[in-house]
């Protein structure tokens, strides 16, 4: 193997084991389990000769994998005594358990509402609507949840919510802004779940795909209060449509008569919200393998956000500035970062295809088309398995991925231009592919200086 193939095996292996420290199976797992007759929810203790039924719902990317650790963790005689359960996730993720339905309600990568997902929505307030005050609601929410969990307010399509979801996502919209927004379109989000049910507990368990970990904002949160000012979201789309027929009349009107109503119903019931992964989970466990295999390590954190190019060019600034000895950290060296990063995308008639990380990696591939990329890897993925909608999580660059675009005379430029960075990797290398990880805690780079096995060459 070569130092720049050894180089990005690593980066690869040291990626991977930060999206294994967020596995939804062992979080839940770490969090829920029975112990004789007790069952045992983070810090709160249920005595299950007293406990009712036990409803597990909720949506995410991760949704699948949750529910199959809750079944799991909670055991055969309890799930058939007990349960009953209804998760909304995209349809690569569905599978046969016991007693919790997975229900497709979205296409695989496609992060869109769809009728499907309205459907599951309905479902899910129906079965917690019929709770009781000795029953749980155990609620199961990880990244992607608001796409997963459509219930427009009355005088709102489906179609019409989409088009304002659509239209904040390509104009740059921050997670916050969008679910600002859709928290005010939907009777499930902003705490609405919470207020559907008479239930006498109810605790979420959270796999974080936020920077900061706002409960708020997380798949908008289904079982959080709505903090938001009543007039926030119209503000909110103001900003990013400006002309009143960018986005249909009657979103227009929905938002200004929540803009325009006392503050909401209070969540009466007893809610415990407990984030159980992060991005920083991931990081951490990144890092420990990139010291495993003989690196120092520079993290740049998990909050990093911005625009994706730019943030692409500041990881490979920081790669050469390890490389060239301008930094107090000296190769062989990983830089971990981990965030968000937001895609404004240009006008385009034609084809096009990526994700926010591989447009990231391509930023830097074009920023050091000239120059090369001497003893650095550079790898972008999201934890999720997905980015954007294509089959990739992400992509990764290094020198020999550069020249073989060279060879097949394709600049990193064009297709950094029109936001087709799928079209590149496809053809010179480097596309990312997992499929599925059943986990999201936003995405994760990493950049590698130098090899392990030498500290002069790559």
Known sequence: MTKCGEATADALAIWQAGVEAVRSETLVRNCLKVVGSQLEVASRVFDLTSLGRIAVVGAGKAGAGMAAAAEAALGPQVVAEKVTGWVNVPADCVRKLSKIHLHAARPAGVNEPTREGVAGSEAILNLVGKLGPSDLCLVLISGGGSALLPAPVDGVSLADKAAVTRLLMHRG???????????????????????????????????SDVIGDPLD????????????????????????????????????????????????????????NIVIGNNAVALEAAAQKARELGYAVHSLGSNNQGEAAEVGRDLLEACRSIRDQQSPVAPPCCVLSGGEPIVQLTQHSGPRKGGRNQHLILAAADTAWNTGLERIVLLSGGTDGEDGPTDA??????DDILANARKLQIAPATDLAIHNAYHFFEQAGGLLKTGPTHTNVMDLRVGIIGSRSSSTNA
Do not use: H, M, Y
Not at 178 to 193: A, E, H, Y
Not at 218 to 235: C, H, K, M
């Open 173 to 207: 919209a921050t997670i916050n802004e969008l679910n600002t927004v859709r928290k005010k379109l939907s009777r499930i989000k902003g705490g609405g779940l919470a207020r559907a049910t008479r239930a006498g507990s109810i605790i979420t368990l959270i796999i």
């Open 217 to 272: 904002v997380i798949a908008s949160g289904p079982t959080v209060e709505d903090t938001a000012f009543p007039n926030e979201a119209l503000e909110v789309l103001r900003r990013f449509a400006p002309q009143a027929n960018d986005v249909p009349a009657s979103v227009w009107t929905a938002l200004e008569r929540a803009a325009n109503r006392p503050a909401a119903i209070r969540i009466s019931a007893k809610v415990e």
């Open 393 to 398: 999580a992400g992509a990764w660059v290094n």
